[in-house]
């Protein structure tokens, strides 16, 4: 996240280089819960960040406010795997993300997935339990 070599030591890109000769793209924003609150310093959930351009710094904020650009899909290849890590930072007594709505917008944000890229695969990593 903030170390010298984050992008090259970290889960993201060490799955995607570990699977050989493909192309893979890494997005990822330290920090960002899945629901679509303020979490950490980002403005947005990841819900709502994964179909935009820009990312949720107040940087961003200050040159798109709060209409950032929409994300291009058909500009790229469509994904055969997505995988998805995310929601340690959703269960938290900080940012306090309640189970049901979780849940909610987890599986919303699939759906969104499956709206843009109907034929992939995604392997959901569970690396969080919420209990409120």
Known sequence: MYGTF???SGFGYNIAAGLGETEYSVTAYPGICLFDKECWGNL???????????DTSWRATQIYGDKPEEWDFEKHEPADIVVISIGTNDA??????PS???VAQYTMFIEGIHTVWPNAQIVLVV???LSN
């Open 127 to 129: 690396s969080c339990l």
């Open 6 to 8: 984050e992008g090259l």
């Open 92 to 97: 938290n007594a900080h940012n306090n993300v």
């Open 44 to 54: 947005r959930g990841q819900f709502y960040q994964w179909w935009h351009a820009s």
């Open 100 to 102: 049901d709505g979780y």
